[in-house]
């Protein structure tokens, strides 16, 4: 069974991630140890709050180094939420701060155009281009989103491999290589979150099988 290190560095929606995990078919170590999440298979970053704040924990614990090190080493990593906001370059939330820079692009405010803000409830994410996280799932798929920040890039950029739509346009969906996020949560959108994890656990799973 393939083992998923969920980095625990104090923020996120950990207990139901993990929960909803297991349910995918993973075993989970939640943790912020580094050697503990080195034995795993792959690694989730969770996340509810300031970018600013995750990065500060992050780089003070050294998991912020630890995860692109595993990244550059091809290990599978998913970002949900702000955890999938941490993996670009950058974001102007509250003056601002570097992420991991896994992903190109910077995190830009929502243009909800007039909608209420944050985006909070269901939205159906539509897939731009197929990929390992969508396989099975219906197109549009609806996926629960509680967020005010998104990322800033092109929709027709390689990257971008789900849209949504609250107020104008934006990418919900996005992954390269072996790096991929959510900006919606998946441990909260029911059956097709659950599948959508599972999709990323066959991802690391036949990553495992390669490296045996």
Request: aromatic fraction near 8%.
């Amino acid at each position: 069974m393939v083992t998923l290190g969920l980095v625990d560095y104090g923020m996120g929606n950990r207990r139901s991630m993990q929960k909803s995990l297991e349910r995918a078919g993973a075993t989970v170590v939640m943790t912020g140890d580094h050697d503990a999440l080195r034995a795993t298979d792959g690694l989730v970053v969770p996340g509810v709050g300031a970018f600013a704040r995750a990065m500060d924990v992050l780089n003070q614990t050294g998991l912020a180094d630890f995860v692109r090190e595993r990244a550059g080493a091809g290990v599978p990593v998913l970002g949900a939420c702000l955890g999938m906001q941490l993996l670009f370059e950058h974001s102007p939330e509250f003056g601002g701060a570097d992420g991991l820079g896994l992903l190109p692009g910077e995190i830009v405010p929502l243009d909800a155009r007039g909608l209420k803000l944050p985006h909070i409830g269901w939205n159906s994410v539509r897939w731009a281009r197929p990929s390992a996280l969508s396989d099975g799932l219906p197109d549009p798929a609806p996926f629960y989103h509680v967020h005010s920040f998104v990322p800033g890039i092109a929709l027709d950029s390689e990257i971008a491999l789900g849209i949504s739509d609250y107020g104008s346009e934006f990418a919900s969906v996005v992954g390269r290589g072996n790096v991929y996020g959510t900006q919606f949560h998946p441990e909260k959108s029911s059956r097709d979150g659950i599948a959508l994890l599972a999709n990323f656990v066959r991802v690391c799973t036949s990553v495992e099988a390669t490296a045996a």
